[in-house]
C-alpha cells in the first residue's frame, strides 16, 4: 500500500510478474469484473459507434465480443522509448505477437507517425464503420 491507502500497482507488478501463478490469480479476479463493468457499460451508450481499449484482447479471447476490431502497434525502439518499463522482453513474451494480432484484426495502424497522422487514420475508420 501507499501512504495514501492507494495499492502500489509497481508493487504488484513486481509480484505478479515474477509468479505465473500470482498472475493467473490476480487475472481471475479482475478480468470477470472487467468484462462485466464494460458490458453495462456499452448498455448505456446510445452513440453509433463506441470505442473500447482492451490491452488483452486476443490474449483474453475478448476480440468474439466486438464487431471489429483496431489494433495500434509500433516498432520495438519506439515502444521501448515509451514505455517505464526498462525491459519489455519478459512482458511482450506473454503476449501474442503484434504480427498475429494484426493478421486478425479488420483495422492496424503503426503508431510512428505524427499525431496528425493518426487522426487522419481515426478519421478514416470512423467513416468506414458509421
Do not use: C
Amino acid at each position: 500500500m501507499l501512504d495514501d491507502g492507494e495499492v502500489s500497482r509497481a508493487k504488484v507488478g513486481e509480484i505478479v510478474f515474477a509468479d505465473r501463478a500470482e498472475l493467473d490469480w490476480l487475472e481471475s479476479v479482475v478480468h470477470p469484473r472487467t468484462v462485466e463493468a464494460q458490458r453495462r457499460w456499452r448498455e448505456e451508450q446510445t452513440a453509433p459507434l463506441v470505442v473500447v481499449e482492451i490491452p488483452l484482447l486476443y490474449e483474453t479471447g475478448a476480440d468474439e465480443r466486438f464487431d471489429a476490431v483496431l489494433v495500434v502497434t509500433a516498432p520495438s525502439e519506439t515502444r521501448t522509448a515509451r514505455s517505464s518499463v526498462e525491459d519489455l522482453t519478459e512482458r511482450e513474451r506473454r503476449l501474442i505477437p503484434d504480427e498475429e494480432k494484426a493478421r486478425r484484426a479488420d483495422f492496424v495502424y503503426v503508431n510512428d507517425g505524427t499525431l496528425e497522422e493518426l487522426d487522419e487514420f481515426v478519421r478514416g475508420v470512423v467513416e468506414r464503420l458509421t
